[in-house]
């Protein structure tokens, strides 16, 4: 029982140590930018040794990507709230798929941490980086996939659609969005919407059905 008792404790001083690095993290992202802090500086404000961070994340783009995982563990949950009542057609999927991770990206990551996350993702420094965020994409695509195999189940869709091909080119369009949304931070999520939305119906007219 001692034994067990000690494994839980040691358990949440590690999560609690992992909870302040993070934390240091992003407002250290946010402060300074990816290039132009430290593993020291993130350690000296998590209240651990520069070695803790390196052992917990390798480098500064392996506590960037921890940001975005926890990001996004709590995006699929909310999606997976969020759309558990079906949408009435694959526009209003997609609209409705889109704004849910906008105002998620905002309440947990501001704008300027997410430039640096996409500019992470791409220039190819850290293939660890770029495989686990192609990861999280695919996660999040097979949520939109799902649903629209659902529409498409229900004859809202034509038969003759792929689920998964349409899944991935609508989850690439509203992504491409995405980052114009990110981009500016003048750009508004209601602006991104009405775009997204105007790309949707100029597409979708021969795959969606009256059902």
């Not at 802090?37 to 921890?66: M, R, W």
């Not at 430039?115 to 695919?138: C, H, M, T, W």
Request: charge should be negative; charged fraction near 25%; glycine fraction near 4%.
């Amino acid at each position: 029982m001692e034994r067990s008792q000690t494994l839980s404790l040691r358990e949440r001083q590690k999560e609690g140590r992992r909870a302040r690095i993070i934390a240091a993290a992003k407002s250290l992202f946010v402060e300074a930018g990816l290039d132009n802090i430290t593993i020291e500086a993130i350690a000296e404000i998590a209240g651990v040794s520069s070695v803790t961070v390196h052992n917990y994340y390798g480098t500064k783009s392996g506590v960037l990507l921890a940001l975005v995982a926890e990001s996004d563990r709590e995006l699929l949950e909310t999606l997976d709230r969020n759309l558990a009542d079906q949408p009435p057609d694959l526009v209003d999927l997609v609209l409705r798929f889109f704004t849910i991770i906008c105002d998620h990206t905002l309440t947990h990551l501001d704008k300027s941490v997410w430039r640096q996350i996409i500019s992470a993702s791409v220039d190819g420094r850290e293939p660890r980086f770029n495989k686990l965020y192609r990861e999280l994409d695919f996660r999040l695509a097979s949520v939109l996939i799902r649903e629209i195999e659902q529409l498409r189940a229900v004859g809202k869709l034509a038969d003759s659609v792929n689920s998964t091909h349409l899944g991935w080119a609508l989850f690439n369009l509203q992504n491409a969005r995405f980052v114009e949304f990110i981009a500016t931070d003048s750009k508004t999520r209601d602006q991104a919407l009405h775009d997204l939305r105007n790309d949707l119906l100029a597409l979708l007219t021969l795959v969606i059905t009256e059902g």
